[in-house]
T-cell receptor, first 111, second 115 residues
């Protein structure tokens, strides 16, 4: 029968290539956004964050882009490695103060 | 720093039994959060504490769920009686402050299976 539940987007990427993971957020008043990485059997791990007064922020091998006009967030991973295989979540901090998580994107790195 | 510590890592119990999940936040963090993660609903905030006081428990699914934080270094999430639909991974997270620019650090989670 048909499976029920969240249908997580997936991304398969060749080792060494760049990855782009996209996220749409819902609240135009959200002012802070975070990307988390969750490996199998572990809790979400902070990767990078960005405030709403910025449109780009860079970390080590990762870049987050924020487009407030279309309420879109992306995470770019440069030179993807096997250790980057995980589920990636974006989270938005709404004015209520609650952190709301997206459904997640499963990234698989091909050797 | 050891990070957020949760115990047990795995729990298997039978329907109707009481389950207690434990969390030790990062020392010095004022906020503690309990989340539940399932394939059906993703990652959901259940409750959070500030300085040991429950602030928002609107995510707690029903009265069978309760959470306490008797001191700054310990919190529990209790389910009584447990039901099969409670099966999930439960995460505890802590942060220095709430919301604005404060990163939540997650523990490894407790995988709960209710038979």
């Amino acid at each position: 029968g048909e499976s029920v539940g969240l249908h997580l987007p997936t991304l398969s990427v060749q080792e060494g290539d760049n990855s782009i993971i996209n996220c749409a957020y819902s609240n135009s008043a959200s002012d802070y956004f975070i990307w988390y990485k969750q490996e199998s059997g572990k809790g979400p791990q902070f990767i990078i964050d960005i405030r709403s007064n910025m449109d780009k922020r860079q970390g080590q091998r990762v870049t987050v882009l924020l487009n407030k006009t279309v309420k879109h967030l992306s995470l770019q991973i440069a030179a993807t490695q096997p250790g980057d295989s995980a589920v990636y979540f974006c989270a938005e901090n709404s004015p209520s103060g609650k952190l709301s998580f997206g459904a997640g994107t499963t990234v698989t790195v091909r050797a | 720093d050891a990070g957020v510590i949760q115990s047990p890592r795995h729990e298997v119990t039978e329907m109707g039994q009481e389950v207690t999940l434990r969390c030790k936040p990062i020392s010095g963090h004022d906020y503690l959060f309990w989340y539940r993660q399932t394939m059906m609903r993703g990652l959901e905030l259940l409750i959070y504490f500030n300085n040991n006081v429950p602030i928002d428990d609107s995510g707690m699914p029903e009265d069978r769920f309760s959470a306490k934080m008797p001191n700054a270094s310990f919190s529990t999430l209790k389910i009584q009686p447990s039901e099969p639909r409670d099966s999930a991974v439960y995460f505890c997270a802590s942060s220095l402050s709430r919301g604005r620019s404060d990163t939540q650090y997650f523990g490894p989670g407790t995988r709960l299976t209710v038979l």
